[in-house]
């Protein structure tokens, strides 16, 4: 219910899902993985707004996470979880497909930014 209630317009998104604050902020606790950043800032891209944050606290859990694509929500069997609770990407055609969007972004925003958090503040 929690996946397909934020994909949907008519019903109240938060009301009718399990979340609970967690430093302020709401989170679903079924979720594999949480973040929780300060904004550094927003740049304009077309008709998108990305918003580049500095990670101030994350969580995971052993979960699958879950993924839309093919028109299904499912795991997609190209993760799997290492031993810190990251994900690992093993799908090379899923790498060039994102290295390939991110290299776009980058390109139409002028702007680079870093996808992985090395540290938390």
Do not use: K, N
Request: aromatic content about 6%; proline content about 3%.
């Amino acid at each position: 219910m929690t996946v397909s209630a934020f994909a949907r317009r008519d019903i109240d998104r938060i009301t009718d899902a399990a979340w609970e604050l967690d430093q302020g902020l709401p989170r679903l606790p079924a979720a594999p993985g949480w973040l929780a950043c300060d904004l550094d800032r927003a740049v304009e891209g077309g008709d998108h707004l990305l918003l580049i944050g500095t990670v101030t606290s994350a969580d995971s859990r052993t979960a699958a996470p879950r993924v839309y694509g093919y028109r299904t929500f499912g795991t997609h069997s190209g993760y799997a979880r290492d031993g810190l609770g990251t994900t690992a990407l093993t799908s090379i055609e899923w790498e060039t497909t994102m290295s390939g969007a991110a290299d776009r972004a980058i390109g139409a925003t002028g702007h680079g930014c870093c996808a992985a958090a090395t540290e938390v503040r």
